[in-house]
Antibody, heavy 116, light 106 residues
Framework: EVHLVESGGGLVQPGGSLRLSCAAS????????MTWVRQAPGKGLEWISY????????YYADSVRGRFTVSRDNAKNSLFLQMNNLRDEDTAVYYC?????????WGQGTLVTVSS | DIQMTQSPSTLSASVGDIVTITCRAS??????LAWYQQKPGNAPKLLIY???SLESGVPSRFSGSGSGTDFTLTINSLQPDDFATYYC?????????FGQGTKVEI
């Protein structure tokens, strides 16, 4: 069974940095396009980024481009989201998920709070 | 970027009803559309991919249709477990986007 577990969330001051991780199991990780999605409190889903299986191509939403960096370590079945220059509006639950394809699963999410 | 517009934003329904949610893309996305269900405090769950393909394990009362710019999620005979928020998502471009969500409530 596919299982995704995010970690690394927490409280950070505006302008600070945080690195989220997503540990995957139960799938051929290096063949999957993975995505990061966030959800601000009481709001809808916002797509942030996706990275193809090889890691060769990565795409970002305008709201995070230049501040967030996605990477993956296929040897360790792990996905990462490096978040720099964080803003109040980045406060959200961050989910890692497989692309919208058969068997796609989402992690339980990790909360990032940006506040002074 | 492709904009996704869902309607309605909120829908009041009863158990046994047939429910229809629509999603419109600002330009053609062929069939690259997914539907998700989210319950409070939980992660979204994939229901439909490629506009009309039912994800394994999802009840057959859920169905998706459409192509190009106009899509529909239909729930036949609404069940108590179906009261939730539903999102569409396009994934044709290098910038994926979600609709704003439709809350199905009693």
């Amino acid at each position: 069974e596919v299982h995704l577990v995010e970690s690394g969330g927490g409280l950070v001051q505006p302008g600070g940095s945080l690195r989220l991780s997503c540990a995957a199991s139960g799938l051929s990780f290096n063949t999957y396009t993975m995505t990061w999605v966030r959800q601000a409190p009481g709001k809808g889903l916002e797509w942030i980024s996706y990275i193809i299986g090889s890691g060769q191509s990565i795409y970002y939403a305008d709201s995070v481009r230049g501040r967030f960096t996605v990477s993956r370590d296929n040897a360790k079945n792990s996905l990462f989201l490096q978040m720099n220059n964080l803003r109040d509006e980045d406060t959200a639950v961050y989910y890692c998920a497989g692309e919208p394809a058969p068997g796609a699963r989402w992690g339980q999410g990790t909360l990032v709070t940006v506040s002074s | 970027d492709i904009q996704m517009t869902q309607s309605p934003s909120t829908l009041s329904a009863s158990v046994g009803d047939i429910v229809t949610i629509t999603c419109r893309a600002s330009r053609s996305i062929s069939i690259w559309l997914a539907w998700y269900q989210q319950k409070p405090g939980n992660a979204p769950k994939l229901l439909i991919y490629r506009a009309s393909s039912l994800e394994s394990g999802v009840p057959s009362r859920f169905s998706g249709s459409g192509s190009g710019t106009d899509f529909t999620l239909t729930i036949n005979s609404l069940q108590p477990d179906d009261f939730a928020t539903y999102y569409c998502q396009q994934y044709v471009s290098q910038s994926w986007t979600f609709g704003q969500g439709t809350k199905v409530e009693i």
